[in-house]
C-alpha cells in the first residue's frame, strides 16, 4: 500500500525541551564568554542536526499491507492484521502503527530486519453495526533521539462488518415446519442427553462452553444435547415483539446463533428479502451479513 502524501515531520515534546536547555547554554556561555559552554552548545546542535536526516530515512523504504478483518458483533473488538515491510537494505527501528479513526488505537514495532516483514494486530471496538470504512493509518518514528517525529499516513480502501450486538430472549420461536411424515424430528438441541461437542460460534451463549476441555489447552467448544425439534424455524423480522429497528435485529441475531448452535435449519425473513432455512458456517455469517447491513428505511 502506497503512502498518502509524503512524509510530515512534527516537533516533540523533548525538541521543547532541548530548545530551552540550548537557550540557556547560549545566554549563560555569552554572558560569561565560556568557551566550553559554547563547546557543549555547538556540539549539542550538531548531535540534533544530525538526527533530523536519521528519522526521516527510518521510515524510507516502509510500507504496510492489510489482511481482511473478520467480522465482529456490535460492543466486541474488530482485529485488523497488517503485514509491515520493510524494502529497504537497512534495519528500522522503533516504527508504530496509529489508527487515527479508532480512538488513535497503536501498535509499535521495535526493529524490522532488512527486507524482512513484521506481523502485528490492531484492536479496536466498534458499536454500531453495519459496514465500516477502515479509517486513515499512519506510520511514524522518533528514531533516533525523539526529537521530532516522521509520519507516513496511508488511506486504505478496505472495509468491515459488524453484525448486530445479539440481545433479547434466547428461546427460539415455534418453528413453522414439520418433518415429511408430520412427525416430530431428532434434533441437536437442548435436551438432556448428551450428543457431543463441536466449534464455538463467536457470540453465543458461553453456559454450553465445555471448559474442562479448555482447562486441557484445548480450543474452545460447545456441547451439545439431543432434543425433539419441529424442523425447522423461520426468523421473521415482522413477527419480532418491539417496535425498535435494532432491538429487532439484535433478537434476530440472537436467534440466528441458537439455531446455528443447537444445528436447526433455520431461515431469515427480513422485509424485501428472505434467506431460505439451512445450516452451517456459510449460512450463518450469510444471515448475520444481512442483519448487518440491514436498512431501517426498508421497513417503513
Given amino acids: 500500500m502506497k503512502a498518502r502524501k509524503l512524509p510530515l515531520i512534527f516537533p516533540t515534546a523533548s525538541f521543547a525541551?532541548?530548545?530551552?536547555?540550548?537557550?540557556?547554554?547560549?545566554?549563560?556561555?555569552?554572558s560569561q564568554n565560556s568557551a566550553a559552554i559554547y563547546l557543549l552548545l555547538f556540539v549539542l546542535t550538531a548531535v540534533f542536526l544530525v538526527s533530523i536526516p536519521h528519522t526521516l530515512i527510518n521510515l524510507a523504504g516502509v510500507t504496510i499491507r492489510l489482511e481482511s478483518a473478520k467480522p465482529a458483533f456490535a460492543g466486541d473488538e474488530v482485529s485488523l492484521p497488517v503485514e509491515m515491510m520493510n524494502t529497504s537494505r537497512t534495519t528500522r527501528y522503533g516504527i508504530e502503527l496509529v489508527l487515527s479513526e479508532a480512538n488513535k488505537t497503536r501498535e509499535?514495532?521495535?526493529?524490522i530486519p532488512r527486507e524482512k516483514a513484521a506481523r502485528l494486530t490492531l484492536r479496536f471496538r466498534v458499536r454500531q453495526r453495519g459496514e465500516h470504512k477502515i479509517g486513515t493509518l499512519c506510520l511514524t518514528s522518533a528514531y533516533p533521539l525523539g526529537f521530532i517525529r516522521v509520519e507516513k499516513k496511508f488511506a486504505p480502501?478496505?472495509?468491515y462488518l459488524v453484525y448486530p450486538k445479539p440481545a433479547g430472549d434466547p428461546r427460539?420461536?415455534?418453528?413453522?415446519?414439520r418433518s415429511p411424515d408430520?412427525?416430530?424430528q431428532v434434533d441437536i438441541g437442548e435436551g438432556d442427553d448428551f450428543a457431543g461437542v463441536r466449534a464455538y460460534v463467536p457470540g453465543e451463549s458461553q453456559r454450553h462452553i465445555d471448559w474442562k476441555a479448555v482447562a486441557r489447552g484445548?480450543?474452545?467448544?460447545?456441547k451439545q444435547f439431543a432434543a425433539t425439534a419441529e424442523g425447522s424455524i423461520h426468523l421473521d423480522f415482522s413477527l419480532v415483539p418491539s417496535n425498535d429497528v435494532e432491538a429487532r435485529l439484535s433478537q434476530l441475531a440472537l436467534?440466528?446463533?441458537e439455531a446455528e448452535r443447537a444445528r436447526r435449519p433455520y431461515g431469515?425473513?427480513?422485509?424485501g428479502a428472505e434467506i431460505l432455512p439451512a445450516i452451517g458456517p456459510t449460512h450463518f455469517h450469510r444471515c448475520l451479513q444481512a442483519l448487518s447491513l440491514f436498512r431501517s428505511t426498508e421497513h417503513e
Avoid at 530548545?19 to 555569552?30: H, P
Avoid at 509499535?108 to 526493529?111: E, F, L, S
Avoid at 431469515?268 to 422485509?271: A, F, T
Fill in 108 to 111: 509499535r514495532i521495535d526493529y
Fill in 157 to 159: 480502501s478496505q472495509t
Fill in 255 to 257: 436467534w440466528v446463533i
Fill in 218 to 222: 484445548q480450543p474452545l467448544m460447545t
Fill in 172 to 177: 427460539l420461536p415455534a418453528s413453522l415446519s
Fill in 182 to 184: 408430520n412427525r416430530p
Fill in 268 to 271: 431469515l425473513r427480513l422485509p
Fill in 17 to 30: 525541551r532541548l530548545l530551552f536547555v540550548v537557550s540557556a547554554m547560549w545566554y549563560a556561555a555569552s
